[in-house]
């Protein structure tokens, strides 16, 4: 492998390819290829961990970066990609370190050596030791940040009960990392697959939000007024587009997903940040035909998904 190989642009990465950019770039180089809104990045190969020498390939990765984008020193977020993350057996969410609104080429490198570091923290090793893990190797995704007004998480399935007939969407105000970090009480939503309504909508308190700071070139905490506290960050149109790409995501793999997304502040986009395969109630032996449920699976072949039995 040539130097400039330790650094893949995602749109060169398919989901077949784990062993050498890990599961989480290796998922975003599917979507991307999938045509599904991805920010662009790069996959700090597995190859690269055993390296020295990966300052010029990273360099010229991220330039082409800043090139593609329009900006010089762009803002990324620098994210683990171990062997065996984000797989259906085993997802690593959270495990591993992750830095947000990263600027400028010395920043990123360090940044790429923290994520390495992570690979052998307790927290990672016990992981690993629990689900019987011996493949090693890590990989680092090296992703262009957007700006969220608002972000969040999505099961394409409910996470409480196994429905597969529903998607569960949690949203707060700003980046997602507070969100998936726990840092707040989000809104919460659970929309039919089949009829494609909103059944249920809890509106979290949302305290604080997590944004950028540009001129730091860093991301600051602040509190959210009592008036956007009060209201739901996202608009019915905005919640059946995320359901929506759920869908298709779900679809695309073939079976359910635990999505990251984000909608752009300025141009009110929608992005998909990373998808992994959900392993809880996916990894279940789901049940067998009968005369009590045969419409239950048969909307699971229409929805992608299984639907509950009525009782």
Known sequence: MTVARYAIPFDELRADQTELVGGKCANLGELTGAGFPVPPGFAVTTAAHERDDIDEAVAEAYARLGALVGKQDPPVAV?????????????????????????????VLDGIRRCWASFHNPEAVAYRAEHGITRAGMSVAVQYMIDARVAGVMFTLNPVSGDRSSIAIDASYGLGSSVVGGEVTPDSFLVSKVTREIVRRQIGAKATEVVADPAAATTVTRDVSGERQAVACLSDEELARVAEIGRRIE?????????????????????ILQSRPETVWSNKPRPQATAGNAMALITATMTGGLAKPKE
């Open 251 to 271: 679809t695309h793999y073939g079976r359910p997903q635990d999505v990251e997304w984000a909608i752009d502040r300025r141009l009110g986009e929608l992005f």
């Open 79 to 107: 994210r683990s990609s171990a062997i065996a993350e984000d797989m259906p057996d085993a997802s690593f969410a959270g495990v591993q370190d992750t830095y947000l609104w990263i600027c400028g080429l010395e920043a």
